[in-house]
């Protein structure tokens, strides 16, 4: 395991100080730094939470009991959901090792299949970067930007600055899975590269006479991109299982996060202060940004998963056709790509892509009504 978790040392390292890998990276050292971060986490939110609550009318909109509650409920939602991440760290903790194992049984089998192509194996780590710091700089930006130049006022500069600090944290978990699905994308995409080179190969030996040769070529061929499909999978079912409960109370969050964000943006237009709303559309849209930049990383996931399943059945048919035995071998090996399935998901309880975008979107659109009833009556207030 030392080798690929060595080579992704530096993302882990950061997971690892906020609390969301609660392992030892080196295999070879028995060290309790993490636990020493996940502490230090679990003591810094429940201070950040009594700090919040003790100083709430200096922080939280108290000029109307409907803005009162839209906070306090964001205030709230938002320290559960990060309690939630950290407990679910811990709990699983044990489960990461197990994948990161299986990760490593990955890695050593496609290595392998390299002398077909190079590849660069900080491909993973290049792109993550770059979404990462882009990301965070697009999120510090807009909201100190509305923090100090557009809403320059003491309470909800307290407001922005605080809730920057756990929207960063809680942002921080939904970056472990975006990094896990570019790790299995990663390998999905060798596994599509080998597929393209069996095919290749089908082509070629369809017209040999050799029956003996050419199948036993093909067949350890797919037997080995089968079995790594297979682990793959099993892989993505672990995800699923460590951080299943992560996307359940994240979709449960933005669905809160919607409602509280368009009951501001409605008071902000009815109060007259468009510009201002406008501002506020761009400090709030991180967390959406955030929630799409992981859909999209989801379902290229299954693209690649489907154009593998596409290659399989390309595989040429008159190689196939040779003998009956051909035909069984390629059949069979056919049967467990085509039967993966490489998505995840809360709890099976519905896939994480655009999807579920849509559906929460459209829950808040039958809350906007209401709350631009209540806005309206706020204001006459």
């Known amino acids: 395991m030392a080798k690929i978790s060595c080579l992704y040392r530096h993302v882990l390292k950061i997971f690892q100080l906020f609390g969301y890998h609660c392992f030892t990276i080196d295999s070879n050292r028995n060290c309790r730094y993490w636990i020493v971060c996940w502490?230090?986490?679990?003591?810094?939110?429940?201070?950040?939470?009594?700090?919040?609550?003790?100083?709430?009318?200096?922080?939280?909109?108290?000029?109307?009991?409907?803005?009162?509650?839209?906070?306090?409920?964001?205030?709230?939602?938002?320290?559960?959901?990060?309690?939630?991440?950290?407990?679910?760290?811990?709990?699983?903790?044990?489960?990461?090792?197990?994948?990161w194992s299986d990760l490593q049984i990955i890695e050593n089998s496609v290595c392998k299949w390299i002398t077909h192509w190079s590849r660069n194996e900080k491909e993973v780590l290049n792109e993550f970067w770059k979404i990462f710091f882009s990301f965070f700089t697009y999120l510090v930006f807009w909201d100190i930007f509305y923090a100090l130049v557009i809403c320059p006022v003491i309470r909800s500069s307290n407001f922005t600055l605080i809730f920057l600090v756990i929207f960063s944290l809680t942002h921080l978990r939904q970056f472990l899975v975006l990094f896990y699905t570019k790790l299995i994308a990663y390998y999905l995409n060798i596994v599509k590269r080998q597929m393209h080179f069996i095919q290749s190969q089908s082509s070629a030996l369809g017209v040999l006479d050799n029956l003996s040769y050419d199948i036993h070529l093909i067949k350890d061929e797919l037997r080995s991109v089968a079995d790594v499909c297979a682990r793959l999978d099993q892989i993505v079912l672990t995800l699923n299982k460590i951080i299943g409960f992560s996307l359940f109370i994240i979709k449960i969050r933005e669905h809160?996060?919607?409602?509280?964000?368009?009951?501001?943006?409605?008071?902000?237009?009815l109060n007259g202060g468009f510009l201002r709303s406008l501002f506020l559309i761009l400090s709030l849209s991180s967390k959406y940004v955030c929630l799409v930049i992981n859909f999209h990383a989801v379902e290229h996931l299954y693209d690649i998963r489907k154009s593998i399943q596409n290659i399989?059945?390309?595989?040429?048919?008159?190689?196939?056709?040779?003998?009956?035995?051909?035909?069984?071998?390629?059949?069979?090996?056919?049967?467990?790509?085509?039967?993966?399935?490489?998505?995840?998901?809360?709890?099976?309880?519905?896939?994480?892509?655009?999807?579920?975008?849509?559906?929460?979107?459209?829950?808040?659109?039958?809350?906007?009504?209401?709350?631009?009833?209540?806005?309206?009556?706020?204001?006459?207030?």
Do not use: P
Not at 70 to 83: E, L, P
Not at 256 to 269: M, V
């Open 312 to 381: 399989s059945n390309g595989i040429n048919f008159a190689f196939q056709n040779k003998s009956n035995f051909h035909w069984q071998t390629v059949e069979s090996y056919n049967y467990r790509i085509q039967w993966s399935r490489t998505m995840l998901s809360g709890y099976d309880m519905f896939g994480y892509s655009y999807s579920t975008m849509f559906e929460i979107c459209l829950s808040v659109l039958t809350s906007v009504a209401f709350l631009t009833q209540m806005a309206d009556r706020t204001y006459e207030n």
């Open 256 to 269: 809160a996060h919607l409602l509280t964000d368009s009951y501001w943006i409605i008071f902000r237009i």
């Open 39 to 99: 502490l230090i986490n679990v003591l810094c939110g429940i201070f950040l939470t009594i700090f919040i609550y003790c100083f709430q009318y200096s922080i939280l909109y108290s000029d109307s009991d409907l803005g009162y509650i839209v906070d306090f409920t964001k205030f709230v939602v938002n320290f559960g959901v990060y309690f939630c991440f950290l407990i679910e760290s811990f709990y699983y903790r044990n489960v990461f090792i197990r994948l």
